[in-house]
């Protein structure tokens, strides 16, 4: 069974330029998660999906952060303008039931 | 306010002595523990799902145990590969819907 896909695998942009991330998530799982995860500390979730909704976005600074899960298969998580604070690894998650299962992860670098 | 708590930060151990992992929780509504993985540069990885005090899950040299107030990932006997880093999430939540909270992290460095 193949796993969860992501793609870049690393990105580096200058500040104020727009970023964008791809993540396939594993056959037959509803839900997916993007998380932020910053050196040295565990992930932190930005948003959940439930098939094509977005059911917890909370956490999601939406003045510059979007996300979209078009027919509830692959998502996009989108930032515009990056900022320097952004810096980290963004990690997607898929589940079927509790189990959440990553990706590799996409390393942002803002300079 | 919902906290996942995992001591120690680092721990460094030499190969075959034995040790155990701390998370501690503060949430509502517990729906279920989990322990994962992490290799530098990967994601990660998932290990065990407990969901109710007094359940133990083993695999290989690792088991895990959970109580009302915190869980304990004992690695018995370590190898270098086992060095990681070991995070503790936590799900909670009711009827309304759930999060998943995530504690920093312990950094587990054996030697041989």
């Known amino acids: 069974e193949a796993g969860v896909v992501q793609s870049p695998r690393y990105k580096i942009i200058e500040k104020k330029q727009p970023v964008a991330f791809w993540c396939n998530p594993i056959?037959?799982?509803?839900?997916l998660y993007w998380y932020r995860q910053n050196l040295g500390q565990g992930p932190e979730l930005l948003i959940r999906?439930?098939?094509?909704?977005?059911?917890?976005d909370s956490q999601l600074p939406k003045d510059r952060f979007s996300a979209e899960r078009l027919k509830g298969v692959d998502s996009t998580l989108k930032i515009q303008p990056a900022e320097l604070g952004d810096s980290a690894v963004y990690l997607c998650?898929?589940?079927?039931?509790?189990?959440?299962?990553f990706g590799p992860g996409t390393r942002l670098t803002v300079l | 306010e919902d906290q996942v708590t995992q001591s120690p930060e680092a721990l460094r151990l030499q190969e075959g002595e034995s040790s155990s992992l701390n998370c501690s929780y503060t949430v509502s509504g517990l729906r279920g523990l989990f322990w994962y993985r992490q290799d530098p540069g990967k994601g990660p990885e998932f290990l065990f799902t407990?969901?109710?005090a007094g359940e133990e899950k083993e695999k290989e040299r690792l088991k895990a145990t959970l109580t009302k107030k915190e869980s304990f990932l004992h690695i018995t006997a370590p190898k270098p590969e086992d060095s990681a880093t070991y995070l503790c999430a936590v799900q909670a939540g009711g009827t309304g819907g759930f999060k998943t909270i995530f504690g920093a992290g312990t950094r587990l460095f054996v030697k041989a």
């Open positions: 056959s037959g799982h509803n839900t």
């Open positions: 999906y439930e098939n094509e909704e977005a059911v917890d």
């Open positions: 998650a898929s589940s079927r039931a509790d189990t959440q299962y």
């Open positions: 407990l969901y109710s």
